[in-house]
T-cell receptor, first 113, second 113 residues
Framework: AQSVTQLDSQVPVFEEAPVELRCNYSSSVSVYLFWYVQYPNQGLQLLLKYLSGSTLVKGINGFEAEFNKSQTSFHLRKPSVHISDTAEYFCAVKSLGNNDMRFGAGTRLTVKP | NAGVTQTPKFQVLKTGQSMTLQCAQDMNHEYMSWYRQDPGMGLRLIHYSVGAGITDQGEVPNGYNVSRSTTEDFPLRLLSAAPSQTSVYFC????????????FGPGTRLLVL
C-alpha cells in the first residue's frame, strides 16, 4: 500500500519569507499526488495536484510543488508567504489501481508578522 | 450546490452508545469516503464507496459501518462508541474514484466519554 511522510510537523516563518513544506511518498506503482490545506475549524480544500505531465505543478494562492520521481518527493513551495497562509497542510497520495487515498500527518505552517 | 454537508457538527456520546453521522452531497459524485482526523496522525480512511450499493474498508474500519443506498448519502454508523473513537470525522466526495479532486465536508467533532 502507498504511504506518505511529511517531514516537518511545524514550520514557523516570517511574513514575506519563502517556505518549503516537505513530502515523501512510498508506492510500488505510479501515483497521483495532492496537497490540501485546512484552515482552522474547516474542512480540507485542494491546493494542487500532480496527475501526469510537467513535474512542476502550480496551484492556488501562489503555491507550487515539484514531483521528483527519483527522490519520491512532492515538496510544496511558496516564494513569499502571507499571514493568511497560516494553516495546516496535508500531502496525499493515491496509487494507480487503488481506490483509497493516504494522507500525511500534516504540517502546521505559522506565518509571523 | 450545497457541496458536501455533514450533521451533526458536534456530538457527545457515552461509551457503548450508538449513533449515525450523516453525510450528503448534491454534486452527483460517484465516490464518497469517511476519514477521521487525530492530532499528529493526519487523516485516516475509514470506509469508502465507489457507487450506490458498493462499499469497502479503508485503513481503520473497525467499530464503524457504512451503507450507500443512494448516490447522495453515505452515513457512518458507530455501533458501540468507545473513547478511542473521539475524533473529528470528515466526509469527502469526488466525481469518480480515480484521480479526481476530493471535496470535503466541514467535519463532525465527536467526543466519547
Amino acid at each position: 500500500a502507498q504511504s506518505v511522510t511529511q517531514l516537518d510537523s511545524q514550520v514557523p516563518v516570517f511574513e514575506e519569507a519563502p517556505v518549503e513544506l516537505r513530502c515523501n511518498y512510498s508506492s510500488s506503482v505510479s501515483v497521483y499526488l495532492f496537497w490540501y490545506v485546512q484552515y482552522p475549524n474547516q474542512g480540507l480544500q485542494l491546493l494542487l495536484k500532480y496527475l501526469s505531465g510537467s513535474t512542476l505543478v502550480k496551484g492556488i494562492n501562489g503555491f507550487e510543488a515539484e514531483f521528483n520521481k527519483s527522490q519520491t518527493s512532492f515538496h510544496l513551495r511558496k516564494p513569499s508567504v502571507h499571514i493568511s497562509d497560516t494553516a495546516e497542510y496535508f500531502c496525499a497520495v493515491k496509487s494507480l489501481g487503488n481506490n483509497d487515498m493516504r494522507f500525511g500527518a500534516g504540517t502546521r505552517l505559522t506565518v509571523k508578522p | 450546490n450545497a457541496g458536501v454537508t455533514q450533521t451533526p457538527k458536534f456530538q457527545v456520546l457515552k461509551t457503548g452508545q450508538s449513533m449515525t453521522l450523516q453525510c450528503a452531497q448534491d454534486m452527483n459524485h460517484e465516490y464518497m469516503s469517511w476519514y477521521r482526523q487525530d492530532p499528529g496522525m493526519g487523516l485516516r480512511l475509514i470506509h469508502y464507496s465507489v457507487g450506490a450499493g458498493i462499499t469497502d474498508q479503508g485503513e481503520v474500519p473497525n467499530g464503524y459501518n457504512v451503507s450507500r443506498s443512494t448516490t447522495e448519502d453515505f452515513p457512518l454508523r458507530l455501533l458501540s462508541a468507545a473513547p478511542s473513537q473521539t475524533s473529528v470525522y470528515f466526509c469527502a466526495s469526488s466525481y469518480r474514484v480515480s484521480q479526481e479532486t476530493q471535496y470535503f465536508g466541514p467535519g463532525t467533532r465527536l467526543l466519547v466519554l
